[in-house]
């Protein structure tokens, strides 16, 4: 910057101006990347911009540059811990090496934004049961976008939570009562207990509270008494998920259901 340096000189009762050569005054910028005066991440590079300066994650990380993690990790809720944007990414459970890495849904927001991992699957529709009556004539197989059981399975071993959410709308359609309905786990397991109840209880959430629409039966459907009924709830025992296939029975005629399986969502780190 130029300038001109100016002097006064009080001369009793008049006043002397003189004026200087110009001159130059330089500033000088602080290289916070030189001098390790920056808080970018361990896996970012700086950059030194005028008065400031910039951090961008290094290649094969992701992040805002002041934490910056693998570009493929663990699970959502790992990937949290860089990324607080919602959208699809890709994660490795079982890490490098092992099974390949898949594409899910990181919602961010869900759960307090600990960062959940959702997995689409073909089935989630509501679909209506009827044609068979004997126990679990009628099946439902479930396939997942994009990933095998294998590698879901490798989701819930490092998730702390699992969770999938399963209703069956009946109109004198039983569940348990005679045996008519159950749900197949990921290892081929026989699940003899609906949504909201505790494994191996052969019971709805209802039959859990005691507050089914008959207090003789763990499920509202098993009332069978020609009104519409409802047992839903979420299935968490992670070991289970995610559901591989529905059975129902009882389900001829006037006897009918819907059933609805929502997202395998999996969150936390174990």
Same mark, same amino acid.
């Given at each position: ?12 009762? /008049?006043?002397?101006? =003189?004026? @200087? ?5 330089? /500033?000088?910028?602080? @290289?916070?990347?030189?001098?390790? =005066?920056?808080?970018?991440?361990? &896996?970012?590079? !700086?950059?030194?911009?005028?008065? $400031?300066? $910039? ?17 493929? %990790?663990? $699970? ?32 961010? /927001? ?10 689409? &699957?073909?089935?989630?529709?509501? =679909? ?30 490092? $998730? ?36 909201? %109840? ?13 507050? !089914? ?26 070991? &289970? ?27 936390? =780190?174990?």
């Amino acid at each position: 910057m130029w300038c001109n340096l100016i002097f006064w000189e009080n001369l009793g009762s /008049s006043v002397l101006v =003189t004026i @200087n050569q110009s001159c130059v005054v330089y /500033s000088t910028d602080l @290289n916070e990347c030189d001098g390790n =005066t920056n808080d970018c991440g361990q &896996h970012a590079s !700086c950059t030194n911009e005028r008065g $400031s300066y $910039s951090c961008k994650c290094n290649h094969g990380f992701i992040g805002d540059g002041f934490k910056c993690g693998p570009f493929i %990790a663990y $699970s959502c809720s790992v990937k949290r811990r860089y990324v607080s944007v919602s959208g699809n990414y890709e994660i490795d459970p079982d890490g490098p090496g092992g099974l390949v890495p898949f594409t899910v849904y990181c919602d961010m /927001s869900d759960k307090n934004g600990v960062g959940v991992t959702v997995v689409s &699957h073909d089935s989630e529709s509501r =679909t209506y049961v009827n044609g068979c009556y004997p126990r679990g004539c009628y099946s439902r197989d479930i396939h997942y976008t994009g990933v095998s059981l294998s590698q879901l399975a490798s989701l819930t071993i490092v $998730s702390s939570h699992c969770e999938q959410f399963i209703k069956y709308e009946c109109y004198d359609s039983g569940i348990f009562e005679g045996g008519f309905a159950w749900w197949v786990s990921r290892d081929l397991g026989k699940m003899t207990y609906w949504g909201g %109840a505790s494994p191996g209880s052969g019971k709805c959430e209802c039959g859990m509270t005691n507050s !089914c629409a008959d207090p003789r039966y763990g499920c509202n459907c098993d009332k069978n008494d020609f009104v519409w009924r409802e047992d839903s709830g979420l299935l968490t025992d992670k070991t &289970h998920l995610p559901v591989k296939q529905l059975r129902f029975g009882d389900a001829d005629g006037s006897n009918e259901g819907y059933h609805t399986l929502g997202k395998l969502k999996c969150y936390g =780190t174990a």
